[in-house]
């Protein structure tokens, strides 16, 4: 059965194509930095923004209209995995993401479920073989349900704890069986709404023991795909665990976690965190904790998740910085946890949004690529902290100094003077280096 009549195979094209269904920059087989795009990017496509999505809102039912839409059931989960594979091919993309629910509906028992999940995971190891497409992650859905209304590993219901190791358990067998490269674990639910009552360490306790399981039993049945966690500040929780990349990586590091997990960042989670995208992927780098991401991009007049396919080069850039620094996202990729606008509603729509953002990156990469090969950032950077390479301050990082050597120094200053920071300098440059991108230099 044919989903998408009216795509054919999207092809690179170049600038100058005026195809809505073609790559304007991105080019799957060209070589920047050693690697190929399709190779270094890695982009995934999230099952559940493309295949599951109806486009509700708090404010209306769904838009969207799919060709899958007259299926029940099963039916429908099997519907889905050939309108995934035939998106997946058309699309030319290597790699896609999923939740447990995404795939299967739930049983009326977690027998039931599990039985479900078993058959759609059989169909779509089947059309793995002929696909050249991989399964970048999976991970389990603990917050939709009415279960989880408290939480999953956080819950203060130790039937719902015991409930979300098991669905836990069976992602990983999944994930091992379809060869997964990653788990993913996003605490939706893991947080509270308010102090008042809600025992803090507990909850937090218990979710580094569950966390300790799940390494546990992923030695135990020899799945060795990356761990991560996605952070995210609120919604839907008032305050989730799991807030940014900083407090995660402390809570990783107090439960002695750190070396099993890495970070899946996401653009609007960084968003509403307060931060910029590039901060969290910093953070994440400079700490050796960078491993996926999710790539979107939100609202600027929106408080909330808005997950909007990722357009804007100038973030892109600075994301693709990032992960040039980082030598690659190695098992990682770029995962579109994205959706169409809810005027978006035709299946094309679909193409085209993932289409805008594969080329938004591929400009992201070619730009920050040249700005790495120029030294353009590490230049100024170095010279604004060139302080540091001698006297004093290399006693300082050198950990010679101590306060009475750094107030005798003190003692002997005169006037001490600053250099600018020149940010409107390098900001200008990074425009620079997008415009020569966009004339073809």
Same mark, same amino acid.
């Given at each position: 059965?044919?989903?998408?009549?009216?795509?054919?195979?999207?092809?690179?094209?170049?600038?100058?194509?005026?195809?809505?269904?073609?790559?304007?920059?991105?080019?799957?087989?060209?070589?920047?930095?050693?690697?190929?795009?399709?190779?270094?990017?890695?982009?995934?496509?999230?099952?559940?923004?493309?295949?599951?999505?109806?486009?509700?809102?708090?404010?209306?039912?769904?838009?969207?209209?799919?060709?899958?839409?007259?299926?029940?059931?099963?039916?429908?989960?099997?519907?889905?995995?050939?309108?995934?594979?035939?998106?997946?091919?058309?699309?030319?993309?290597?790699?896609?993401?999923?939740?447990?629910?995404?795939?299967?509906?739930?049983?009326?028992? /977690? !027998?039931?479920?599990?039985? %479900? =999940?078993?058959?759609?995971?059989? *169909?779509?190891?089947? #059309?793995? +073989?002929?696909?050249?497409?991989?399964?970048?992650?999976?991970?389990?859905?603990?917050?939709?349900?009415?279960?989880?209304?408290?939480?999953?590993?956080?819950?203060?219901?130790?039937?719902?704890?015991?409930?979300?190791?098991?669905?836990?358990?069976?992602?990983?067998?999944?994930?091992?069986?379809?060869?997964?490269?990653?788990?993913?674990?996003?605490?939706?639910?893991?947080?509270?709404?308010?102090?008042?009552?809600?025992? /803090? !360490?507990?909850?937090?306790? %218990? =979710?580094?023991?569950?966390?300790? *399981?799940?390494?546990? #039993?992923? +030695?135990?049945?020899?799945?060795?795909?990356?761990?991560?966690?996605?952070?995210?500040?609120?919604?839907?929780?008032?305050?989730?665990?799991?807030?940014?990349?900083?407090?995660?990586?402390?809570?990783?590091?107090?439960?002695?976690?750190?070396?099993?997990?890495?970070?899946?960042?996401?653009?609007?989670?960084?968003?509403?965190?307060?931060?910029?995208?590039?901060?969290?992927?910093?953070?994440?780098?400079?700490?050796?904790? /960078?491993?996926?991401?999710?790539? %979107?991009?939100?609202?600027?007049?929106?408080?909330?998740?808005?997950?909007?396919?990722?357009?804007?080069?100038?973030?892109?850039?600075?994301?693709?910085?990032?992960?040039?620094?980082?030598?690659?996202?190695?098992?990682?990729?770029?995962?579109?946890?994205?959706?169409?606008?809810?005027?978006?509603?035709?299946?094309?729509?679909?193409?085209?949004?993932?289409?805008?953002?594969?080329?938004?990156?591929?400009?992201?990469?070619?730009?920050?690529?040249?700005?790495?090969?120029?030294?353009?950032?590490?230049? /100024?950077?170095?010279?604004?902290?060139?302080?540091?390479?001698?006297?004093?301050?290399?006693?300082?990082?050198?950990?010679?100094?101590?306060?009475?050597?750094?107030?005798?120094?003190?003692?002997?200053?005169?006037?001490?003077?600053?250099?600018?920071?020149?940010?409107?300098?390098?900001?200008?440059?990074?425009?620079?280096?997008?415009?020569?991108?966009?004339?073809?230099?």
């Amino acid at each position: 059965m044919t989903m998408f009549k009216s795509v054919e195979a999207v092809k690179y094209e170049g600038p100058q194509s005026t195809n809505p269904h073609a790559f304007k920059f991105y080019d799957p087989q060209e070589k920047i930095g050693g690697k190929t795009m399709e190779e270094y990017l890695r982009f995934g496509v999230a099952y559940w923004h493309t295949f599951t999505e109806d486009l509700s809102d708090p404010f209306g039912t769904g838009t969207a209209n799919r060709p899958w839409d007259n299926f029940k059931g099963m039916d429908l989960a099997k519907a889905r995995v050939e309108a995934a594979f035939e998106f997946f091919e058309k699309l030319g993309v290597p790699y896609f993401c999923f939740h447990d629910v995404d795939i299967a509906p739930e049983g009326d028992s /977690l !027998k039931e479920t599990y039985r %479900n =999940l078993d058959e759609i995971t059989g *169909m779509i190891k089947e #059309y793995m +073989k002929d696909s050249k497409t991989k399964l970048l992650w999976n991970t389990a859905n603990n917050f939709t349900n009415p279960r989880f209304v408290h939480g999953a590993a956080s819950s203060s219901n130790a039937d719902v704890f015991a409930y979300s190791a098991a669905k836990v358990k069976k992602g990983l067998e999944i994930g091992k069986e379809l060869g997964a490269e990653n788990y993913v674990f996003w605490g939706g639910r893991e947080g509270y709404e308010t102090l008042l009552n809600t025992d /803090l !360490k507990l909850e937090l306790d %218990n =979710l580094g023991r569950f966390f300790h *399981m799940a390494v546990d #039993y992923a +030695k135990e049945i020899g799945f060795d795909a990356q761990f991560l966690i996605e952070p995210k500040p609120k919604e839907p929780t008032s305050h989730q665990y799991d807030f940014d990349v900083a407090s995660g990586y402390a809570f990783l590091q107090h439960y002695g976690l750190q070396d099993h997990f890495k970070f899946n960042i996401e653009a609007n989670h960084a968003t509403l965190a307060g931060h910029t995208f590039e901060h969290e992927l910093r953070y994440a780098r400079t700490h050796g904790m /960078l491993g996926s991401v999710d790539a %979107n991009q939100g609202h600027p007049l929106l408080g909330w998740d808005t997950d909007e396919f990722p357009t804007d080069l100038y973030s892109t850039t600075l994301a693709m910085y990032e992960i040039i620094k980082n030598g690659g996202l190695g098992s990682g990729g770029l995962n579109f946890d994205a959706k169409v606008r809810r005027g978006s509603f035709e299946p094309e729509d679909l193409f085209e949004a993932h289409i805008a953002g594969m080329d938004a990156f591929a400009v992201g990469m070619k730009v920050a690529q040249k700005l790495v090969d120029d030294n353009v950032m590490e230049d /100024l950077v170095a010279n604004r902290y060139k302080s540091y390479t001698e006297g004093i301050g290399k006693d300082i990082v050198d950990g010679k100094a101590g306060f009475k050597q750094l107030e005798d120094h003190a003692l002997g200053l005169g006037e001490i003077k600053n250099q600018s920071g020149k940010q409107e300098r390098i900001k200008a440059v990074i425009n620079q280096y997008l415009l020569r991108a966009y004339a073809g230099e």
